[in-house]
């Protein structure tokens, strides 16, 4: 596989290679620090006086999803969110007419067992595209504190292009949001909401770990296997996430190879369009709302 980094190529040319396996890192651009140091301030606001980085050592698993339970939707809907990143689209060279983003979320990996279910889910290996996610979609992914290989994301890129076995035929989005969403920040032991798992032996290893400094973004297609690593560390890991999508894929149902992905519903209507937050045309999420994947996209396993 490739990794770029600081790539100076044209939006269609690192689109393709995203669809095909790469990975690209950029170092911290000044709107993506600008959102890192929103959602720095808000996690400080919402656990004063506690220091951000050891709230684990502080409080009760409890206490600390409660207070998740407010502040990861208020950073997701903070107004200034949307407009960093489309400052980080625009920096980015992306045409903002044709591409699509939905709205960050803010994760949390805490070390040890302290808390890993609900508002604060440890997510075990998976594509996105088993949630519903077009095969054109783009993650992109960046730490808010200084983060270490120890507390970060890992992907699995031996699975690009690979099929494995899995629960997608069971998930769909439209469902999953009436019936288990919602119920996120009350799940603090145990997670007890169905979601699309492996379901033969995921060999982890080889699996990389992209170590950025504060801001740092990187992008990975969707369709990549990838899972929340074990935090060994001593310090809580905050990071934001968002996708984007492009409408010529959108349009054409393209974007990387669907091997394994048999989810149905569609995570279209998040989408937001860059230069005016429009939604997609309803015609267009129509056109994936029965299935993600289209027949003539997707290899049966
Ligand atoms: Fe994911």
Redesign the pocket.
Known sequence: MNIYVDAKMSDDQRRDELYSGAVFVYSPSPYALKLCLLAQEMIADAFRPFEPLHIHENISAEKCAEILGVLKPKFIHHPKSKEYIQGMLTESGADLEKTYFDVPRMRTAFPGDYLKSGIAYA?HP?R?TWYSAPMCQI?WWMPIYELNSENCMALHPHYFGKAIKNGSSQYNYQRWNQESRFNAAKLVKADTRVQPHAEEPIELEPQFRLVCPIAGAYQFSAAQL?STAPNTSSVIRYSIDFRTVHLDEVLSHGGAFNVDSACTGTTMGDYLRASDLAPLPAEVIASYLEDAHLPSNRVSA
């Open positions: 997510f998976h996105d993650n990838h």
